[in-house]
C-alpha cells in the first residue's frame, strides 16, 4: 500500500513560484508513474502533470505547460511540480496520485485521467494578490 504526502503549497502573489513535493511511502514507489491533479472550488478534478515511472517521460496540461515543471528522485521516493508564473486560475488544492507502470503497459508512459490507484490528502495553493 502507497501513501503519497504533499507540502509546499501556501499563498503567493500572480507571477510567483512555488514548489511542490510529493513524499511516497510504502513499497514499490520505482514501479509507479506520478501525477499532479487540482481541484478548484464548484470544479471538476483535473489533472495538471504527471510522470512515468522511469521519469523519461511526462504530460502536462495546456492551461500549465511552459509554467510547471514535473521531475522525480526516486532514491528520495519524491516528485516535485515546479510552478513558476502562477496565476490566479491556479488556485487550488493540488493532490499527487500513483499508477503502477503495468496499467499502461509501458513503463516509458503516464496520463493525466482520474484513475490514479493511490492519492495524496492535497495541498492548498492559493494565488492572490
Known amino acids: 500500500q502507497l501513501q503519497l504526502v504533499e507540502s509546499g503549497g501556501g499563498l503567493v502573489q500572480p507571477g510567483g513560484s512555488l514548489r511542490l513535493s510529493c513524499v511516497v511511502s510504502?513499497?514499490?514507489?520505482?514501479?509507479?508513474?506520478i501525477g499532479w491533479f487540482r481541484q478548484a472550488p464548484g470544479k471538476e478534478r483535473e489533472g495538471v502533470s504527471c510522470?512515468?515511472?522511469?521519469?523519461?517521460?511526462?504530460m502536462y496540461a495546456d492551461s500549465v505547460r511552459g509554467r510547471f515543471t514535473i521531475s522525480r528522485d526516486n532514491a528520495k521516493r519524491s516528485v516535485y511540480l515546479q510552478m513558476d508564473n502562477l496565476k490566479p486560475g491556479d488556485t487550488a488544492v493540488y493532490y499527487c496520485?500513483?499508477?503502477?507502470?503495468?496499467?499502461?503497459?509501458?513503463?516509458?508512459?503516464?496520463?493525466?485521467?482520474?484513475?490514479?490507484?493511490?492519492w495524496g490528502q492535497g495541498t492548498q495553493v492559493t494565488v492572490s494578490s
Open positions: 510522470i512515468s515511472m522511469n521519469g523519461v517521460s511526462s
Open positions: 496520485a500513483a499508477k503502477p507502470w503495468y496499467k499502461y503497459g509501458s513503463r516509458y508512459r503516464c496520463d493525466l485521467r482520474n484513475d490514479f490507484d493511490y
Open positions: 510504502g513499497f514499490n514507489f520505482d514501479d509507479h508513474a
